[in-house]
Protein backbone atom coordinates (compact mmCIF):
# COMPACT_ATOMS: atom_id res chain seq x y z
CA UNK A 1 0.00 0.00 0.00
CA UNK A 2 1.18 3.73 -0.66
CA UNK A 3 1.27 6.07 1.68
CA UNK A 4 -1.46 8.95 1.47
CA UNK A 5 -0.14 11.90 -1.25
CA UNK A 6 0.86 14.29 0.42
CA UNK A 7 3.13 11.79 2.23
CA UNK A 8 4.49 10.57 -1.29
CA UNK A 9 6.37 13.48 -2.02
CA UNK A 10 8.42 15.59 0.44
CA UNK A 11 9.68 19.17 -1.03
CA UNK A 12 12.65 17.61 -2.83
CA UNK A 13 10.75 15.17 -4.90
CA UNK A 14 11.58 11.64 -3.00
CA UNK A 15 9.41 8.85 -2.52
CA UNK A 16 9.42 8.02 1.42
CA UNK A 17 7.24 4.96 1.92
CA UNK A 18 6.47 2.02 -0.77
CA UNK A 19 5.67 -1.50 0.88
CA UNK A 20 4.35 -2.78 -2.30
CA UNK A 21 6.59 -4.79 -4.51
CA UNK A 22 5.01 -4.13 -7.35
CA UNK A 23 4.39 -0.82 -6.97
CA UNK A 24 7.68 -0.32 -5.89
CA UNK A 25 9.26 -1.84 -9.28
CA UNK A 26 7.17 0.39 -11.32
CA UNK A 27 7.83 3.49 -9.44
CA UNK A 28 11.64 2.74 -9.99
CA UNK A 29 11.48 2.42 -13.21
CA UNK A 30 9.69 5.75 -13.35
CA UNK A 31 12.62 7.26 -11.37
CA UNK A 32 15.20 5.13 -13.94
CA UNK A 33 13.59 6.21 -16.91
CA UNK A 34 13.39 9.73 -15.74
CA UNK A 35 17.30 9.42 -14.97
CA UNK A 36 18.08 8.79 -18.34
CA UNK A 37 16.47 11.58 -19.94
CA UNK A 38 17.95 13.62 -17.41
CA UNK A 39 14.42 15.27 -16.30
CA UNK A 40 13.93 17.51 -13.14
CA UNK A 41 13.31 15.65 -9.76
CA UNK A 42 10.27 18.15 -10.26
CA UNK A 43 8.62 16.14 -13.01
CA UNK A 44 9.24 13.49 -11.47
CA UNK A 45 7.27 14.41 -8.15
CA UNK A 46 4.50 15.27 -10.74
CA UNK A 47 4.33 12.44 -12.43
CA UNK A 48 3.90 10.44 -9.26
CA UNK A 49 0.83 13.01 -7.78
CA UNK A 50 -0.40 12.60 -11.02
CA UNK A 51 -0.75 9.08 -10.99
CA UNK A 52 -1.34 8.93 -7.75
CA UNK A 53 -4.67 10.92 -8.00
CA UNK A 54 -5.80 8.95 -11.28
CA UNK A 55 -6.37 6.22 -8.99
CA UNK A 56 -7.64 7.64 -5.78
CA UNK A 57 -10.72 5.49 -6.65
CA UNK A 58 -8.39 2.64 -5.65
CA UNK A 59 -8.41 3.18 -2.24
CA UNK A 60 -4.89 5.57 -2.84
CA UNK A 61 -3.41 2.54 -4.15
CA UNK A 62 -1.26 2.66 -7.11
CA UNK A 63 -1.39 -0.18 -9.18
CA UNK A 64 -0.03 -0.41 -12.62
CA UNK A 65 -1.39 0.09 -16.24
CA UNK A 66 -2.21 -2.52 -18.27
CA UNK A 67 0.47 -4.69 -19.96
CA UNK A 68 1.86 -4.62 -23.43
CA UNK A 69 -1.16 -6.15 -25.53
CA UNK A 70 -3.60 -6.26 -22.71
CA UNK A 71 -7.16 -4.89 -22.63
CA UNK A 72 -8.71 -2.10 -20.75
CA UNK A 73 -12.26 -2.41 -21.68
CA UNK A 74 -15.26 -5.29 -20.77
CA UNK A 75 -14.74 -8.04 -23.27
CA UNK A 76 -18.15 -9.13 -22.37
CA UNK A 77 -19.84 -5.66 -23.59
CA UNK A 78 -17.41 -6.08 -26.33
CA UNK A 79 -18.56 -9.11 -28.16
CA UNK A 80 -22.62 -8.50 -26.81
CA UNK A 81 -21.65 -5.51 -29.56
CA UNK A 82 -20.20 -7.01 -32.05
CA UNK A 83 -22.76 -9.66 -31.90
CA UNK A 84 -25.55 -7.35 -32.24
CA UNK A 85 -23.91 -5.68 -35.29
CA UNK A 86 -23.23 -9.29 -37.28
CA UNK A 87 -27.06 -9.32 -36.95
CA UNK A 88 -28.11 -6.14 -38.03
CA UNK A 89 -25.61 -6.33 -40.67
CA UNK A 90 -27.84 -8.90 -43.29
CA UNK A 91 -30.19 -5.42 -43.43
CA UNK A 92 -28.28 -3.53 -45.53
CA UNK A 93 -28.49 -6.93 -48.05
CA UNK A 94 -32.09 -7.18 -47.57
CA UNK A 95 -32.56 -3.18 -48.33
CA UNK A 96 -30.94 -3.43 -51.90
CA UNK A 97 -32.92 -6.73 -52.46
CA UNK A 98 -36.42 -5.37 -51.40
CA UNK A 99 -35.91 -2.31 -53.79
CA UNK A 100 -36.77 -4.34 -56.56
CA UNK A 101 -39.51 -5.17 -55.79
CA UNK A 102 -43.01 -3.51 -54.51
CA UNK A 103 -44.24 -3.78 -50.71
CA UNK A 104 -48.02 -4.87 -51.31
CA UNK A 105 -50.53 -3.62 -48.78
CA UNK A 106 -54.37 -3.48 -48.69
CA UNK A 107 -56.31 -0.75 -46.89
CA UNK A 108 -59.51 0.32 -46.86
CA UNK A 109 -60.24 4.46 -47.18
CA UNK A 110 -63.57 6.17 -46.71
CA UNK A 111 -64.85 9.22 -48.54
CA UNK A 112 -68.18 11.12 -48.29
CA UNK A 113 -71.36 9.30 -50.08
CA UNK A 114 -73.95 11.23 -52.66
CA UNK A 115 -76.45 11.90 -49.90
CA UNK A 116 -73.53 13.55 -48.09
CA UNK A 117 -72.32 16.24 -50.69
CA UNK A 118 -69.72 13.31 -51.95
CA UNK A 119 -69.80 11.12 -54.96
CA UNK A 120 -71.64 8.30 -56.07
CA UNK A 121 -69.83 5.19 -56.90
CA UNK A 122 -70.17 6.02 -60.30
CA UNK A 123 -68.35 9.01 -59.72
CA UNK A 124 -65.97 7.86 -57.55
CA UNK A 125 -64.82 4.97 -60.15
CA UNK A 126 -64.41 7.74 -62.66
CA UNK A 127 -62.07 9.97 -60.59
CA UNK A 128 -60.07 6.88 -59.59
CA UNK A 129 -59.78 5.55 -63.41
CA UNK A 130 -58.70 9.35 -64.33
CA UNK A 131 -56.12 9.41 -62.22
CA UNK A 132 -54.89 5.59 -62.75
CA UNK A 133 -54.71 6.78 -66.35
CA UNK A 134 -52.49 10.11 -65.33
CA UNK A 135 -50.12 7.94 -63.75
CA UNK A 136 -49.94 5.15 -66.83
CA UNK A 137 -51.69 2.72 -65.75
CA UNK A 138 -54.29 0.92 -67.80
CA UNK A 139 -57.60 -1.25 -67.09
CA UNK A 140 -57.21 -4.70 -67.17
CA UNK A 141 -60.56 -6.13 -65.32
CA UNK A 142 -63.48 -3.70 -64.48
CA UNK A 143 -65.73 -6.26 -62.81
CA UNK A 144 -66.43 -5.86 -59.05
CA UNK A 145 -62.88 -5.44 -58.28
CA UNK A 146 -61.25 -3.09 -61.19
CA UNK A 147 -57.63 -4.06 -61.52
CA UNK A 148 -55.07 -1.78 -63.04
CA UNK A 149 -51.41 -2.54 -64.24
CA UNK A 150 -48.81 0.17 -64.88
CA UNK A 151 -44.73 0.02 -65.10
CA UNK A 152 -42.71 1.78 -62.90
CA UNK A 153 -39.75 3.36 -64.41
CA UNK A 154 -36.14 2.75 -62.82
CA UNK A 155 -34.72 5.75 -60.62
CA UNK A 156 -31.52 7.29 -60.79
CA UNK A 157 -31.94 8.88 -57.10
CA UNK A 158 -32.78 5.68 -56.05
CA UNK A 159 -29.88 3.88 -57.53
CA UNK A 160 -27.66 6.80 -55.87
CA UNK A 161 -29.36 6.04 -52.74
CA UNK A 162 -28.25 2.58 -52.29
CA UNK A 163 -25.01 3.02 -53.56
CA UNK A 164 -24.94 5.42 -50.53
CA UNK A 165 -26.23 3.23 -47.93
CA UNK A 166 -24.22 0.94 -49.21
CA UNK A 167 -21.02 2.70 -48.80
CA UNK A 168 -21.86 3.85 -45.51
CA UNK A 169 -22.93 0.22 -44.35
CA UNK A 170 -19.50 -1.56 -45.57
CA UNK A 171 -17.44 1.43 -44.33
CA UNK A 172 -19.28 0.30 -40.50
CA UNK A 173 -17.73 -3.01 -41.66
CA UNK A 174 -14.71 -1.92 -42.31
CA UNK A 175 -14.06 -0.10 -39.21
CA UNK A 176 -15.16 -3.60 -37.34
CA UNK A 177 -13.19 -5.71 -39.04
CA UNK A 178 -10.03 -3.50 -38.52
CA UNK A 179 -10.72 -3.67 -34.90
CA UNK A 180 -11.26 -7.32 -34.41
CA UNK A 181 -8.83 -8.63 -36.85
CA UNK A 182 -5.94 -5.82 -36.85
CA UNK A 183 -2.76 -8.19 -36.74
CA UNK A 184 -4.28 -10.51 -39.14
CA UNK A 185 -1.89 -11.93 -42.30
CA UNK A 186 -2.99 -13.40 -45.43
CA UNK A 187 -0.62 -16.04 -46.89
CA UNK A 188 -0.87 -14.06 -50.37
CA UNK A 189 -1.90 -10.41 -49.88
CA UNK A 190 -0.05 -10.04 -46.20
CA UNK A 191 -2.33 -7.86 -44.16
CA UNK A 192 -5.42 -6.50 -45.89
CA UNK A 193 -6.75 -3.25 -46.04
CA UNK A 194 -10.53 -3.59 -45.16
CA UNK A 195 -11.35 0.10 -46.21
CA UNK A 196 -11.28 -1.05 -49.35
CA UNK A 197 -14.63 -2.66 -48.87
CA UNK A 198 -16.83 0.59 -49.72
CA UNK A 199 -15.99 0.95 -53.35
CA UNK A 200 -17.45 -2.32 -54.04
CA UNK A 201 -20.86 0.13 -53.12
CA UNK A 202 -21.69 1.02 -56.67
CA UNK A 203 -22.59 -2.61 -57.53
CA UNK A 204 -25.84 -2.06 -55.40
CA UNK A 205 -26.98 0.82 -57.66
CA UNK A 206 -26.20 -1.50 -60.44
CA UNK A 207 -28.01 -4.57 -59.24
CA UNK A 208 -31.09 -2.27 -58.60
CA UNK A 209 -30.91 -0.59 -62.34
CA UNK A 210 -30.06 -4.24 -64.11
CA UNK A 211 -33.57 -5.57 -62.58
CA UNK A 212 -35.21 -3.12 -65.14
CA UNK A 213 -38.57 -1.47 -65.35
CA UNK A 214 -41.52 -2.69 -62.21
CA UNK A 215 -45.18 -3.82 -63.59
CA UNK A 216 -47.23 -3.16 -60.30
CA UNK A 217 -50.75 -4.07 -60.14
CA UNK A 218 -53.29 -2.24 -58.21
CA UNK A 219 -56.76 -3.57 -57.32
CA UNK A 220 -59.59 -1.10 -56.34
CA UNK A 221 -63.14 -2.58 -54.84
CA UNK A 222 -65.83 0.14 -54.17
CA UNK A 223 -68.52 -0.44 -51.62
CA UNK A 224 -71.35 2.02 -50.27
CA UNK A 225 -73.28 1.98 -47.47
CA UNK A 226 -77.43 1.74 -47.30
CA UNK A 227 -77.69 5.32 -46.47
CA UNK A 228 -75.32 6.26 -49.38
CA UNK A 229 -73.34 8.48 -46.62
CA UNK A 230 -70.17 7.24 -47.04
CA UNK A 231 -68.27 5.41 -49.91
CA UNK A 232 -65.33 2.74 -49.25
CA UNK A 233 -62.54 1.91 -51.46
CA UNK A 234 -60.74 -1.24 -50.91
CA UNK A 235 -57.40 -0.89 -52.76
CA UNK A 236 -54.43 -3.15 -52.88
CA UNK A 237 -51.40 -2.09 -54.44
CA UNK A 238 -47.43 -0.82 -53.31
CA UNK A 239 -47.24 0.93 -50.65
CA UNK A 240 -46.17 4.29 -52.41
CA UNK A 241 -48.62 4.15 -55.11
CA UNK A 242 -51.40 4.04 -51.86
CA UNK A 243 -49.68 6.44 -50.03
CA UNK A 244 -49.79 9.14 -52.81
CA UNK A 245 -53.16 7.89 -54.05
CA UNK A 246 -55.08 9.40 -50.92
CA UNK A 247 -53.29 12.18 -50.29
CA UNK A 248 -54.39 13.30 -53.61
CA UNK A 249 -57.87 11.63 -53.29
CA UNK A 250 -58.07 13.24 -50.12
CA UNK A 251 -59.43 10.48 -48.41
CA UNK A 252 -59.59 8.92 -44.91
CA UNK A 253 -58.64 5.50 -43.47
CA UNK A 254 -61.47 3.69 -42.10
CA UNK A 255 -61.22 3.74 -38.38
CA UNK A 256 -59.18 6.28 -38.26
CA UNK A 257 -59.24 10.12 -37.01
CA UNK A 258 -57.42 12.77 -39.25
CA UNK A 259 -55.47 15.09 -36.77
CA UNK A 260 -54.55 18.57 -38.94
CA UNK A 261 -50.99 19.39 -38.55
CA UNK A 262 -49.34 22.25 -37.06
CA UNK A 263 -49.33 24.29 -40.04
CA UNK A 264 -53.34 23.43 -41.01
CA UNK A 265 -54.29 24.32 -37.83
CA UNK A 266 -52.38 27.94 -38.50
CA UNK A 267 -54.62 28.27 -41.64
Known sequence: MISPIHDL????????????SSSSLWLTDISQSAAQ???PPELLASSLILLALADDTNGGVLTAPPEAGGVSYSKASYYTILGLYALSFPGLWSTIKRSTTAKIKQITY??????????SLRQ????IMAYMKANNYDVVDAGNTITFRGIIQRS???????????????????LVLDIQFHDLVLPVIGKPNWFWLPLISPYAGIYYWRSG??????????????????????????????ERMWRTMEWKEKGMVQIPGLLEQTK
Open 37 to 39: HEQ
Open 9 to 20: VDGSGIVETLSS
Open 156 to 174: ASQAFFLVFCTALGLLSLA
Open 124 to 127: QAGE
Open 110 to 119: VAPGENAEGR
Open 213 to 242: DRVDECRVRLSTNEDETENEIQVQGSEEEL
